[in-house]
């Protein structure tokens, strides 16, 4: 038992004596100077004799502690990646062949912090004014209109997570298919089924307007104000025959036609379209072409042409809008 109890002091001495030796020792700006100086002295050795007694992790000593002003408050230097470094090497992890760039790296990095550290005496503040001016720029860059963001409205916010959301369940559905062949396959001939059905249905739609006109819709059959537009132009038209106003009369037959072909959605309304482009939508063959291109070069002779209309101009409106309208 005297043995090893002896053996467990001598380990934990050896820990503590190795763990006080690691721990960060302020020092001036001359003593760190000095002991950059060590160090690079030390990565020297270790370049020229790449073996365990040159290249001694414990020669780099503890980290320091560095106070430049009272303003820029104390700071730390570690030196845990150059005792991890001659620690691989001193104990041939590393072959002396890959010793020999990283050694270098680490000689390039303590003459840039001797550098650094001779800046402090040159200036007193060279590195916490270099940081106060870059903070500056930063702060004068994120000050420009292009990085002032408005908060965003709810809308937005909203759209965004369903965005996420469905970019994880793809994301996710992605992930699951790429190990199960048969959801792949069945993803990609869905695709293809649904492509075809939209031209299908593009196709029908396609082939029924060049019909000239759709199905009667009954939604828009059963659309009041419109039922009221069509069979209130026709009362007007037949106001103005009662009156004698036959070139009214045949304008508000041809309209009150126009009218219940849109009441019945049997093509879409606007009112931008001529008369004949009225008559285009009916295409040459149908039932109703030949009644239209009548009642239309009728309306336009009266309505537009020199012609002056007469009772038989207005009689011939009348059935022809008449026949249109009916079922």
Request: charged share 25%.
């Amino acid at each position: 038992m005297r043995p090893a109890a002896i053996a467990l002091c001598m380990l934990a001495c050896l820990s503590s004596a190795r763990a006080a030796s690691n721990t960060p020792q302020p020092r001036s700006q001359a003593e760190y100077r000095d002991h950059l100086r060590s160090l690079a002295t030390l990565i020297a050795q270790c370049q020229q004799h790449i073996d365990a007694s040159h290249c001694n992790a414990d020669a780099v000593g503890p980290d320091d502690i560095v106070t430049a002003t009272q303003q820029a408050g104390p700071r730390r230097i570690p030196y845990g990646w150059l005792r991890g470094l001659l620690d691989r090497i001193g104990s041939q992890k590393i072959s002396p062949a890959d010793a020999g760039p990283l050694l270098k790296t680490a000689t390039q990095r303590i003459q840039l912090e001797e550098s650094e550290a001779l800046g402090f005496s040159a200036s007193g503040l060279p590195a916490l004014s270099n940081h106060a001016a870059e903070r500056s720029a930063l702060t004068a860059i994120l000050e420009r209109a292009e990085f002032r963001h408005a908060d965003r409205s709810l809308t937005q916010r909203v759209l965004e997570a369903i965005a996420i959301w469905l970019n994880q369940r793809l994301t996710g559905l992605v992930e699951y298919s790429a190990h199960r062949r048969w959801l792949g396959l069945l993803l990609e001939w869905g695709l293809v089924a649904f492509a075809c059905l939209g031209l299908a249905y593009w196709f029908v739609r396609q082939t029924r307007r060049a019909r000239g006109l759709h199905s009667e819709t009954p939604q828009q059959h059963q659309n009041a104000p419109a039922m009221r537009n069509w069979e209130r132009l026709r009362e007007e038209a037949d106001e103005a025959a009662r009156q004698q106003r036959w070139r009214d009369a045949v304008r508000g037959y041809y309209w009150a036609t126009i009218a219940r072909f849109e009441s019945r959605g049997q093509w879409p309304a606007d009112r931008a379209r001529t008369p004949r482009e009225y008559l285009r939508l009916v295409v040459p063959g149908h039932a109703k072409h030949d009644d239209l291109r009548l009642l239309t070069q009728r309306f336009e002779t009266c309505w537009y042409g020199s012609e002056t209309a007469t009772q038989p101009d207005c009689d011939a409106a009348r059935q022809l809008c008449e026949r249109l309208v009916a079922r």
